[in-house]
């Protein structure tokens, strides 16, 4: 049974940083690429970083939208994927999930439960 356990969330101020967490358990993470997907009150779930299976961080996507401000990393020995947000905006504020990828954004079973982000000062 897929667990992905999203923790990190919280209130942060315009421009500040936050680092969310993924623990990742019942599937062989290393296999699987894995990301994070968030979605705004009102708005559809949106892809916000996407990392291949390795280690090495080097296959990484990000939308126009956080491309220099989000950092996706992955650990594999702890199964572990992460997501550092930095000079936040408040339009960043909304729901974030772990997900693996593909079917993160489409499929509920493949996503975690979320930890909310707020950017408000």
């Known amino acids: 049974q897929v667990q992905l356990v999203e923790s990190g969330g919280g209130k942060a101020q315009p421009g500040g940083s936050l680092t969310l967490s993924c623990a990742a358990s019942?599937?062989?993470?290393?296999?699987?690429?894995m990301g994070w997907v968030r979605q705004a009150p009102g708005k559809d779930l949106e892809w916000v970083s996407r990392?291949?299976?390795?280690?090495?961080?080097?296959?990484?996507y990000y939308p126009d939208s956080v491309k220099g401000r989000f950092t996706i990393s992955r650990d594999n020995a702890k199964n572990s994927l992460y997501l550092q947000m930095n000079n936040l905006k408040p339009e960043d504020t909304a729901m974030y999930f772990c997900?693996?990828?593909?079917?993160?954004?489409?499929?509920?079973?493949?996503r975690g439960r979320g930890t909310q982000v707020t950017v408000s000062s």
């Open positions: 997900a693996k990828v593909p079917d993160g954004l489409r499929d509920v079973n493949s």
């Open positions: 019942g599937f062989t993470f290393s296999f699987y690429a």
């Open positions: 990392i291949g299976t390795s280690d090495s961080n080097s296959d990484t």
